[in-house]
């Protein structure tokens, strides 16, 4: 059965697509990866169209609720990723089916207290899915990071207040993904610019994923 991530967050602005589309990109170079944009923004949809040629990654949306974790499985059974990127909120059908039908959730959160605070709703309704979805995983992960700080005391102490653990790598805030964004393309089709980026993205394959 495919491998299912899930890059979700009830707040908008958090970086759910571009960590989506990256990371997607990566794992194509593994195996057989597919993007499904959850979004009605179509925002993974909208990245894919922007570029000269096709994204390396094929990039699907699913516009209805009407949709579940085992029709999922069984329309995308050829593919070993599957990658939702799903809608800011968490009151949707949509959401509730993405956490469920998920192997691992990816939660970029950006490197705020107020943000991360924003996103606790998050964590009880990861603590709800696993009645029915019991082998979940998820993990933060720190987006946009300013690449000469660390994080404050004031966002180390809010993220005690979770009770998922945040990953080891960390996404800076780099030229190279808002590059890519406008392009149409991945950090890493970016060469030498998005070296960086890339060795970001390879981390969190390596550590949140199993190849």
């Known amino acids: 059965m495919p491998y299912i991530i899930a890059?979700?967050?009830q707040k908008g602005g958090a970086g759910?697509?571009?960590l989506a589309?990256?990371?997607a990109a990566g794992l194509t170079l593994r195996a057989k990866t597919i993007v499904i944009d959850l979004d009605p923004q179509g925002s993974s949809l909208q990245w894919a169209d922007m570029g000269k040629k096709a994204f390396s990654t094929p990039v699907e949306a699913i516009v209805s609720d009407d949709w579940s974790a085992d029709g999922l499985q069984d329309k995308y059974k050829l593919y070993q990723y599957i990658v939702l990127d799903c809608p800011p909120s968490l009151d949707s059908h949509t959401s509730e089916q993405a956490l469920l039908a998920c192997d691992?959730?990816?939660?970029?959160?950006?490197p705020s207290p107020i943000d991360l605070w924003a996103s606790i709703t998050l964590s009880q309704e990861i603590e709800k899915t696993k009645k029915d979805n019991p082998d979940i995983q998820a993990y933060l992960v720190i987006n946009?990071?300013?690449?000469?700080s660390a994080l404050s005391n004031a966002m180390n102490e809010a993220l005690k207040e979770f009770n998922i653990p945040v990953l080891n790598t960390m996404i800076r805030r780099r030229a190279a993904y808002r590059s890519a964004a406008l392009e149409g393309i991945s950090v890493y089709q970016m060469k030498g610019h998005g070296k960086r980026a890339v060795e970001e993205i390879e981390a969190i394959i390596?550590?949140?994923i199993p190849l």
């Open 104 to 110: 691992v959730a990816l939660i970029p959160v950006l």
């Open 144 to 148: 946009q990071l300013e690449p000469s």
């Open 206 to 208: 390596n550590e949140a």
């Open 16 to 18: 759910k697509t571009t």
């Open 21 to 23: 589309m990256n990371l």
């Open 7 to 9: 890059i979700i967050n």
